[in-house]
Structure formats: structure tokens, C-alpha cells
């Protein structure tokens, strides 16, 4: 009987230090969909994030495999994680001297040569979409270490000093013919398509997936999928396809069918402008959608043509517009220290961002990495090659191969976008005009609400460079109610209260808001704690006392309970 191969995947650790919580820290989906169809073909199969772990992944990694003793390893690579990837697959030759280490993801696919050279102990890689290529090479590897490798598509390898390099691997058709990872694993970020018709020259998407026609998985398997991490106690889903709207239809289908399933979630998205209309943002938001990103790059229409994104500013405009007045939360991705960026270029990016009134944007210092057009570009300028990835980064910014930039002025770029965005930013909140649509009314409450909470006691708050915070998130939370009830709106306002010191204020609002949610514990408590700076622990200990089983309620009861005794003859 042949011995089922053991397998370990491995999300590595990024070079440099992250937040705990941002999407460096996740799981590369294709991991998940490789683990799937691994423990479908009765691989025991385990997957590793490194990425998520504060202590030192490497040796994290090397207690793990010393303890599971896999028989292949396989690392999803991207340029930043590829030297944890690297002093992984050292440590492993080194417990496991028979272990089969195989590379795969982005990296490795337009660096096999260079990573092969860096790292003598990867065995092989694998280029392009994955999981048919990594199931053949593990089965082929069952019963024999020396293959036949060559007839497996996909494939980089070694034999001796010999570099192999097998055909490319055709990329799946149908994607409803993989297994659900869902079946196997518990996860937030998923995706509807592979693939992306853009032609950004940042972007190294289209050129990773090997082919110009995006593939979908239907409407139904997609849907199928989001119930059964619901059902697992998901409520949040980050949606990561390129541009999710780019089918109309296929997304209304599935929005219809949530709607139908009539699951209590929440979603986000990334779209492009000129791939939304006032139909499709009404059936997402009913179905979930709570924020939408756009690549809108820059406003200077030069430097979009450059960065391979020739957006109608028009469009770019009426896209924010309408996709807030539907309760929808538009982000906006901005590029700075882009290809003929300057002082003008950044204030066309500023008068821009004035008229599109994002809710919330993140700004990227351009960097580039192979697969991308911009890569190619400079390598064959002379500007950069493959060696320059020996050095101990993670990616290469745009300004150190560009002559007319230095770091010192591209960092002023960032800054000044970023602080005009965030000194507008109240502004651009009380400018939400909402669509008059009644049916979107409890919508509207709840996506008021949720921007209040962020400048109340989110992100905004914390923010110095955010002006008038509680005045605007007052401002929303008022506004949501003249929508709908909502009980987000009404804890708002009662913390609100609470932090002025305005308790009974805080009573009064929490008393409208508990007559519609009386189990609400959040409600519960924020009447409570406002009972008890008033001097009222027997009718604040009956709000605390429904929900006794919280470990985080005893303090108060403890409180409440003292100074009753403390009262009592």
C-alpha cells in the first residue's frame, strides 16, 4: 500500500514588521482551495500562518515540522514574505533532510530562476494557478522521488545543475468543478473570479493568471459558499476579486440569491468606476454590501494613462456619489510617486479627492514588482534586474529607478494627500446625500450609524487629524435615526452622553433604543454603567444581571452589588 503523503502549507511571515489584523497577516485564499482538494484526495493536509504569529515564525515553523514530520512543504511566496519563505525552507532541509519543498504563488512564478539560485534547498515550484499542479506533483512523489516530473505542467525544478521548466499549466475552466473550501476551512477573504482584463502596469494580476478572460465561479457555488462560512459563524466577508462587478448580471444573481438565503452578513468589495450603476449598488446593499473600493490612482489624467488606468474623471465622480447614496461606504485607493508625479500632479490627486468626497482611503507609495508592465519596463531600461532581490527587502518604490524623484519629496506627497484627506474628512460625512428609497431606510440608519461609531469611537476618533469628531458622529447618529431605528445609533449617542457626562441625557436615549431591543446586551450595559454614575445600582444591577454569564459583567455587578450592601441597613 502506498504511503499517503503528509502535507504542510505555509503562509510566511512578511520581512517587515506589520499591525496585527492587516491583510498581510491572512491566508492567501489559494492556500485554502489547495488544502481543500489535497484532504479531497485523502492528503492529510495542515495549513500554517506564519504571518499571523508575533514570536519568531521561524521558529514556530521548525517546532511545528519537527513535530508533524510533513513530508512536503509548500509556501505560498510574495515578495515580501519570500526571506521567511527562504530561512523556512533552510530549517526544514535541516530537520527534514528528505522533506520535498516546494515554492509557489506569485514570486516564484516570475522568479524561479532567481529564487532557485537564492535557495538551493527548494525542490520545485510551481508557476502560475496552483492546484492541479501541486495534487500531481504530491501524487507523482507517493510512489516515486524522482518522478516523472517533466510530464507535470506547471513546473520549475532542478535535476543535478539542470533547470527544468515543464509547459505552463492551463488555467481552469470551471472554477464550481474545485472543491469548497469551505468544507475544510473557517475564513473571511474569498473571491467570485480569477482574473482581470485591466491593464494596470502596477498590477501583475493579469500576467499571474496566465490568461486574458476572467473565469467565474456561478452565482450558486459562490453563494453556497458565504452560507457555509455563515453557518460557521462568519459574519464578515472581504470579497477580493479585481473588480467584483465587472459581470452585472452574475453579481445581481447572487446578491438575489443571499437575499433569498436571508443571511445576517455584511461584505465588502473592490469594483472599478465605469463597472457600477444604481441598480446593481441597490441590489448589493440589500444583500450586504457595506463598503466598495475604487482604484481611482490619481487625478492627473497623465499619470492614470501612465499607471494604465484612462478613468473618465466624470465618471470617477458620479461613482462615489452613488455608490454613498445607496449606504454604501466608497473607499478610494490613491498612488503616489508614480511616473512624472509632481507637485501639480499631486494637487490634481487633492482637487480630485475634494470632488469625490471618499469616506475612507488608503494612499500607496507605487512600488514595483515583477509581473508587472512597470517591472519589465525598468528592467529593460537597464534601471534594475533580477539581482536586485538578493537584497533583504520586500519591494522596490518607483522613485529609486526614477532619476526625477528622491524619497524626501515623494514623502511630502503622501503626507499632504493624507492629511488633506483626513482634515476634510468631517466635512465630506455631513455631505452624504442618501437615495430616497424606502425600502433602503433601515439600510441607510445602519450605514449612517457605522460612520458615526468610526469618528465616536472607531479610527476616526483616535485620529488627531480628524476634526470635530463627536460633533459629526452626533450629527450621523441623528441622522440615522431619521431613517429608522437602530440600535447602533442609539448606544452611540448614549456613550456620547456618557462621555460628556451627560448620564441622564444617556438614559433617556438608551430608554428609546431598549424599548425596541430590550435583550440587546451592548444597550443593557450602557444603560447599566449610566445607572450607576447617577448612584442607581438596584435598577443598574437588572441590566447587568440578564447577560451574568459575560465575564466581562461581573466587574460591574461586583460594583453595583457593594455599594447596595453598602446602603442597605
Same mark, same amino acid.
Given at each position: ?17 506589520? !499591525?496585527? =489584523? ?8 489559494? /492556500? ?15 495549513? /500554517?500562518?506564519?504571518?499571523?504569529? %508575533? ?16 513530508? $512536503?512543504?509548500?509556501?505560498? $511566496? ?73 510530464? !507535470?505542467?506547471? /513546473? ?13 499549466? %492551463?488555467?481552469? *475552466? ?56 455563515? *453557518? %460557521? ?10 473588480? &467584483? ?5 452574475? $453579481? ?9 438565503? %436571508?443571511? +445576517? ?5 473592490? +469594483? ?23 482604484? $481611482?490612482?490619481? =487625478? ?33 485607493? &490613491? !498612488? ?63 522613485? *529609486? ?17 493624507? +492629511?488633506?484627506?483626513?482634515?476634510? /474628512? ?22 449612517? +450609524? ?7 469611537? =472607531? ?47 444617556? !438614559? ?35 441590566? &447587568? ?16 452589588? *457593594? ?7
Amino acid at each position: 500500500m502506498v504511503k499517503r503523503q503528509k502535507i504542510l502549507l505555509v503562509n510566511p511571515a512578511c520581512l517587515d514588521h506589520r !499591525i496585527f =489584523g492587516e491583510d498581510a497577516g491572512i491566508v492567501p485564499l489559494g /492556500l485554502y482551495y489547495m488544502g481543500a482538494l489535497l484532504i479531497e484526495n485523502a492528503f492529510e493536509t495542515k495549513i /500554517l500562518n506564519l504571518a499571523s504569529i %508575533k514570536d519568531d515564525p521561524v521558529s514556530v515553523f521548525k517546532n511545528l515540522v519537527a513535530t508533524e514530520q510533513p513530508d $512536503v512543504i509548500g509556501f505560498s $511566496v510574495t515578495n515580501p514574505n519570500r526571506w521567511n519563505a527562504m530561512e523556512c525552507a533552510v530549517a526544514a532541509r535541516h530537520i527534514l533532510p528528505d522533506a520535498t519543498i516546494v515554492f509557489g504563488g506569485p514570486t516564484p512564478t516570475f522568479l524561479a530562476d532567481h529564487l532557485l539560485t537564492a535557495c538551493p534547498d527548494i525542490d520545485f515550484i510551481v508557476t502560475g494557478e496552483g492546484e492541479i499542479t501541486f495534487l500531481e506533483l504530491v501524487t507523482t512523489l507517493e510512489t516515486s522521488r524522482t518522478g516523472p516530473f517533466d510530464q !507535470i505542467d506547471g /513546473l520549475v525544478f532542478k535535476n543535478g545543475t539542470t533547470r527544468f521548466k515543464t509547459l505552463p499549466r %492551463k488555467p481552469v *475552466e470551471t472554477l464550481d468543478s474545485l472543491v469548497h473550501p469551505s468544507l475544510y476551512f473557517t475564513y473571511q477573504h474569498l473571491a467570485m473570479s480569477r482574473g482581470c482584463p485591466g491593464k494596470c502596469t502596477f498590477c501583475g494580476s493579469p500576467k499571474f493568471w496566465g490568461d486574458k478572460t476572467v473565469r467565474f465561479h456561478s452565482p450558486q457555488w459562490f453563494a453556497d459558499e458565504i452560507q457555509r462560512l455563515a *453557518e %460557521k459563524g462568519v459574519t464578515h466577508f472581504y470579497i477580493s476579486d479585481d473588480t &467584483f462587478t465587472m459581470d452585472k448580471q452574475r $453579481v445581481m444573481a447572487f446578491c438575489s440569491r443571499i437575499i433569498k438565503k %436571508k443571511l +445576517s452578513i455584511t461584505w465588502n468589495a473592490i +469594483s472599478r468606476v465605469d463597472y457600477i450603476d444604481a441598480d446593481l449598488l441597490l441590489a448589493m446593499r440589500k444583500a450586504g454590501c457595506i463598503q466598495l473600493s475604487f482604484g $481611482v490612482e490619481s =487625478g492627473s489624467e497623465k499619470i492614470r494613462k501612465r499607471l494604465g488606468k484612462p478613468l473618465d474623471p466624470d465618471k470617477i465622480i458620479q461613482a462615489f456619489s452613488l455608490t454613498a447614496s445607496h449606504g454604501i461606504l466608497p473607499r478610494a485607493y &490613491f !498612488i503616489y510617486g508614480s511616473p512624472g508625479e509632481t507637485h501639480a500632479t499631486i494637487q490634481a490627486s487633492l482637487d480630485l479627492m475634494a470632488d469625490i468626497k471618499p469616506l475612507s482611503a488608503i494612499f500607496y507609495l507605487l512600488v514595483i514588482f515583477p509581473g508587472t508592465h512597470l517591472y519589465r519596463s525598468a528592467v529593460q531600461k537597464g534601471l534594475v534586474n533580477d539581482d536586485f532581490w538578493h537584497q533583504k527587502v520586500e519591494d522596490l518604490p518607483w522613485f *529609486e529607478v526614477d532619476e526625477d524623484l528622491d524619497f524626501s519629496h515623494v514623502k511630502a506627497f503622501g503626507d499632504r494627500l493624507r +492629511s488633506e484627506f483626513y482634515h476634510t /474628512l468631517d466635512t465630506a460625512a455631513r455631505q452624504i446625500s442618501l437615495v430616497d428609497i424606502k425600502e433602503l431606510y433601515p439600510y441607510h440608519a445602519d450605514f449612517l +450609524s457605522r460612520l458615526a461609531l468610526t469618528f465616536s469611537h =472607531g479610527e476616526y476618533a483616535a485620529d488627531p487629524r480628524v476634526k470635530n469628531q463627536d460633533k459629526t458622529a452626533r450629527w450621523l447618529f441623528d441622522k440615522a435615526l431619521s431613517y429608522a431605528p437602530d440600535a447602533r445609533a442609539f448606544l452611540g449617542l448614549g456613550m456620547l452622553h456618557q462621555k460628556q457626562r451627560q448620564f441622564d441625557k444617556a !438614559i433617556l436615549i438608551l430608554e428609546q433604543g431598549l424599548s425596541h431591543w430590550p435583550e440587546n446586551k451592548d444597550l443593557s450595559v450602557c444603560m447599566g454603567v449610566s445607572l450607576m454614575n447617577t448612584g442607581r445600582f438596584k435598577p443598574a444591577l437588572t441590566f &447587568f444581571e440578564k447577560f451574568r454569564d459575560f465575564p466581562e459583567i461581573s466587574h460591574y455587578m461586583h460594583i453595583c452589588h *457593594e455599594n447596595i450592601a453598602r446602603t442597605t441597613p
